[in-house]
């Protein structure tokens, strides 16, 4: 039984109060997720990889088709499904741990325990010293890592990345993403990562799937073994990479 499944998705906006004409973004997507796969959704601007995301995240639903997560169609958002957005998530007005403790708050974990499963979320990402600080105070990667803490705290199955890094240095990032991989590696989740660089879904995946441009369809999809070597200069990962560019189609919208 795969952990998440998308059968035959397809995703439309609607541009008049009558519904007679509509965008559509996703044409039909079939897309099985076992669990503790790293699956990397790759594609041009616009063809719908946000759209997936979303939807397994619960924030909307698909037009036609189903979306389910253990056989139960997704009906909305759930802690057992965590996200981590581009933009930083966290309230400004409040101290690092404290995001986190309104997570669990949310999810019921009962107020004396929440502290303790808080600090040891940011020490898993390497900020339990930053506990009290308040977000405005870090750096961007600092602020991502919070959120990071913030899914291990919930002990969220499935961590949904949309673009998580994108807005970072280019040093910061493959920290970042050297970091998730080794969360990932230890926590055993299952991770759904969006992103446009062919480059970073190389490094992080077990799968990659492209899509093609708006209404996004899965074109062809990539496996990679957990333990394979990943040197960019490599002849493979440089085989994959062209591979990839060659199919990857061109797109004139924007998400």
Excluded at 116 to 141: C, H, M, Q, T, W
Excluded at 194 to 215: F, M, N, W, Y
Excluded at 220 to 233: G, H, Q, S, V
Aim: hydrophobic share 40%.
């Amino acid at each position: 039984m795969s952990q998440i499944r998308l059968s035959e998705v397809s995703k439309a906006y609607y541009t008049t109060r009558r519904m007679d004409d509509a965008r559509v973004v996703l044409d039909r997507v079939n897309l099985n997720i076992e669990e503790g796969e790293f699956i990397t959704i790759i594609g041009p601007s616009g063809c719908g990889k946000t759209t997936i995301l979303n939807m397994i995240a619960g924030f909307e639903g698909p037009t036609l088709g189903k979306v389910l997560f253990k056989d139960n169609e997704i009906e909305g958002p759930s802690p057992e499904r965590g996200v981590v957005f581009q933009e930083f998530s966290l309230l400004p007005w409040m101290s690092v741990r404290s995001n986190i403790e309104l997570a669990l708050e949310c999810k019921k974990v009962p107020e004396k325990d929440r502290k303790e499963i808080a600090l040891k979320a940011l020490k898993a990402v390497g900020l339990e010293n930053f506990a009290d600080y308040r977000p405005n105070l870090l750096s961007g990667g600092m602020k991502q890592r919070v959120a990071i803490a913030r899914l291990l705290a919930m002990d969220s199955e499935v961590f949904l990345m949309d673009e998580p890094f994108s807005a970072l240095d280019e040093q910061t990032r493959t920290k970042l993403d050297k970091d998730i991989v080794k969360i990932w590696k230890e926590r055993k989740k299952t991770v759904v990562f969006v992103t446009h660089s062919i480059d970073e879904a190389i490094q992080l995946s077990t799968r990659i799937v492209l899509l093609s441009s708006s209404p996004g369809k899965v074109i062809k999809e990539w496996r990679l073994d957990e333990n394979l070597y990943r040197d960019p200069m490599s002849y493979d990962m440089i085989k994959l990479k062209k591979e990839i560019l060659a199919l990857m189609p061109t797109c004139s919208c924007s998400n």
